[in-house]
């Protein structure tokens, strides 16, 4: 990024989007960076140019709701590292949850920009999205702004909600968020501007379209010489454009055909761009790639039954993930925890009411004495001093900083600030080879006829991204010119390769162990809830597991006893991986 910072600073955009949301997880999960640094050294970077974070209101950059006291100090140290304009949204549209992130960004001097995250649904309409608007606009937001997280605004609802708001007294500026996902946006903003939007959210044409954003060039383009002329000069953004296209080549291990293409079908579905990409790297983690629109379906399904939250983070997740898991085991046989949150009213109102018989599914007979009518933060216990003294205590405390990092992700964040993390990759080992294990993950998802019969060379705990390779069973071979597909069955104790050769059955265990429980996702090992000479019934919670970053039991699948356990916490499991032994 920072090579092209001078000529995006010279653009003249109204302000640039570049932290919050997930490039704060990011950073700290995946690159070994830490993300108070990032938007340090892009404040230093780019001094003319306003820089906005994506505020997730209560959730703040995560998928949960902190206390007051953890908002307010977020959203000082994001302001004083060079943080300008705060895009604060609720998924679920509810004002409870946006008053006190707005007020703290206005007591820091910062400016408040509030969003209503745009779906479509029988409940939501025009006039609801104009209400919503106004109602932010007196919580004190200096602009507002339609989320279209999802790319399915049509031309004749941006005009009527803008054009509605406009007309109804609104006064504060209105921008435009939306993806290109459905095929519509380039029509739904010119209809913007004849509605009288003031702010249009674009990105530069590398890495628009599909599920990205409209691309700036263009966009600039098609308003030169109108009433709406933006005034930049096109080749300066040309110039820009010819840099990010070898950006885009770099990361090309990383791209997904899915989530290139316009998909209409979004209309339908109503999943945003971030979740689709999302989704589509899930199943490939799952094994479960050939789910892909049944797990679609599935969402919508599970979208009206939850009563129509708007998929944006953490709703996203919580219907996604549902989806998934309801396509792989069953229709809510397995009910990960945020599921059972967001039933209660932990994450706020949902638009409509959730129907009873899904209720009673997620959190059981007794569902109407689970569910809270009060603001859910409200429930929350100051964190902030907890926290600290707890970092300080383990001799981790260098900036204040630190403690947000650790509250908001307790365990990434602490492997992070111990030193533990490592970069799955770096900008300068790529572009990746076509033979690397993440690029093949690719490879694999646009040929599925291909068969998988490489070995990583490199020993597993060198090797970036992949789990300990198994000794394969699948091998092409030639007989006098003719090639064959054949299948080894290998025999004696498992094995698995590592550094030095093959390790013996100790290494794990073999997957027909009798009486193994199954892991049935991919994940991290979050809990083990049993031990050694428990007895334990069918169904009972024995581990957690946090796949697709959410929370779910492992249910024990018969009676008996637990007479060995595979796992620990912390450990990354596959999909059938055997946690344990119950006789």
């Known amino acids: 990024m920072l090579p092209i910072c001078d000529k995006m600073d010279e653009a003249g955009f109204w302000s640039l989007e570049v932290w919050g949301g997930a490039t704060f997880d990011v950073p700290i999960r995946y690159l ?36 007051d006291d953890m908002v307010r ?29 707005i007020e703290a960004v206005l007591e820091e001097g910062g400016h408040a920009q509030g969003c209503v995250s ?55 500026p209105i921008d435009l968020h939306c993806h290109t996902t459905s095929g519509m946006t380039g029509m739904a903003y010119w209809a913007a501007c004849e509605a009288g939007v003031d ?91 050939d789910k892909y629109f049944e797990v679609l379906e599935e969402t919508a399904r599970v979208r009206e039954e939850l009563g129509y939250p708007p998929l944006v983070t953490p709703t996203s997740q919580v219907v996604g993930v549902q989806a998934v898991m309801n396509v792989l085991f069953g229709r809510y046989k397995k009910v990960p925890e945020e599921t059972k949150d967001y039933c209660r009213g932990l994450y ?26 009060c603001r859910p933060a409200d429930l929350i216990e100051p964190l902030w001093d907890i926290r600290r003294d707890e970092l300080d205590s383990m001799g981790l405390l260098k900036r204040e900083e630190d403690v947000l990092t650790y509250a908001i992700y307790p365990k990434v964040g602490l492997d992070f600030l111990k030193g533990e993390n490592k970069a799955e990759f770096t900008s300068d080992q790529l572009p990746l080879d076509k033979d690397h294990p993440f690029t093949r993950a690719m490879v694999k998802a ?67 162990i009798e009486g193994g429980q199954e892991t049935g996702m991919q994940g991290t090992i979050l809990k083990v809830l049993v031990a050694v000479g428990d007895t334990v019934e069918e169904g009972q919670p024995v581990a957690v597991i946090e796949a697709m970053k959410m929370e779910s039991d492992i249910l024990a699948d018969h009676n008996g006893e637990v007479k060995d356990i595979f796992v620990a916490v912390g450990d990354t499991v596959a999909s059938g991986d055997i946690i344990m032994q119950i006789l």
Not at 37 to 45: G, I, Q
Not at 136 to 141: D, F, P, V
Not at 210 to 220: F, L, N, R, W
Not at 465 to 479: E, R
């Open 118 to 172: 745009y779906t479509i649904s029988p409940v939501h309409t025009v006039e609801r999205y104009v209400s919503q608007l106004l109602e932010l606009e007196k919580l004190g937001c200096q602009t507002v702004c339609i989320k279209d997280m999802a790319g399915m605004i049509s031309p004749t609802r941006a005009y009527d909600i803008i054009h509605g708001y406009k007309e109804a007294g609104g006064k504060a």
């Open 73 to 101: 100090k977020f959203i000082h140290y994001a302001h004083k590292n060079g943080c300008d304009v705060f895009r604060v949204f609720d998924a679920l549209n509810d004002p409870r949850n946006m008053k006190v992130p």
């Open 446 to 512: 646009q040929f599925p006829e291909l068969k998988d019969v490489y070995i990583e060379e490199e020993p597993p705990e060198k090797r970036v991204g992949a789990g300990p390779a198994q000794i394969p069973t699948q091998f092409n071979v030639q007989v006098d010119g003719e090639p064959y597909e054949v299948c080894v069955e290998p025999t004696g104790g498992y094995m698995t390769v590592s550094e030095g050769g093959a390790a013996p059955a100790s290494a794990g265990p073999p997957a027909d």
């Open 348 to 373: 706020g109102r949902p638009p409509a009411e959730i129907k009873p018989e899904i209720m009673e599914l997620v959190l059981g007979s007794d569902w109407k004495d689970k569910v809270i009518e």
């Open 199 to 289: 702010i249009l959210d674009t990105c530069i044409s590398p890495i628009s379209g599909g599920t990205g954003h409209m691309p700036t060039e263009s966009v600039v383009s098609a308003l030169q010489g109108t009433e709406w002329d933006t005034g930049y000069d096109l080749e300066h953004l040309v110039e820009i454009r010819k840099y990010f296209l070898e950006v885009w080549k770099k990361y090309r291990h990383l791209h997904r055909q899915e989530a290139m293409k316009v998909d209409p079908s979004v209309m339908v579905h109503q999943i945003p761009g971030g979740m689709l990409s999302n989704l589509v790297s899930q199943l490939e983690a799952q094994g479960a790639s």
């Open 32 to 67: 070994n960076e830490d993300p108070w640094d990032r938007l340090r050294t892009l404040k230093e970077h780019l001094p003319n140019t306003p820089l906005q974070m994506l505020e997730r209101a209560m959730n703040i950059v995560a998928y949960w709701n902190f206390p």
